[in-house]
């Protein structure tokens, strides 16, 4: 499984961002989708994610109300929609995906990462 993340940027603090993942439609369908973050120092944080069909969302209770998960199963993508950023959101931003039936919390049951797009939230 291969998988491409794009969208991040430099933006002001209340702005808004959009990531993109993309990966293979052959294998999409059968994976959940999710994003982590590492900020510099610190270790890499789950943010959302989203089950095979899409039923259902997780999010860290920091970015809860403010950041969306969602995923277009035609396009073989996933997205996250990041409003109202704040200066503590600036990180690398990863995708990853699991051939499991639920979105779990810990990096290390992902097998599979996109490269990270850097979120940079200026104050």
């Known amino acids: 499984v291969q998988l491409q993340a794009s969208g991040g940027g430099l933006v002001q603090a209340g702005g808004s961002l959009r990531l993109s993942c993309a990966t293979s439609?052959?294998?999409?369908?059968?994976?959940?989708m999710a994003w982590f973050r590492q900020a510099p120092g610190k270790e890499r944080e789950f943010v959302a994610g989203?089950?095979?069909?899409?039923?259902?969302?997780n999010y860290a209770d920091s970015v809860k109300g403010r950041f969306t998960i969602s995923r277009d199963n035609a396009k073989s993508t996933v997205y996250l929609q990041m409003n109202t950023l704040k200066p503590e959101d600036t990180a690398v931003y990863y995708c990853?995906?699991?051939?499991?039936?639920?979105?779990?919390?810990?990096?290390?049951?992902?097998?599979?990462w996109g490269q990270g797009t850097e979120v940079t939230v200026s104050s």
């Open positions: 990853a995906a699991d051939y499991s039936a639920y979105v779990h919390v810990r990096s290390n049951v992902y097998n599979y």
């Open positions: 439609r052959r294998t999409f369908s059968m994976t959940v």
């Open positions: 989203i089950t095979r069909a899409g039923a259902r969302a």
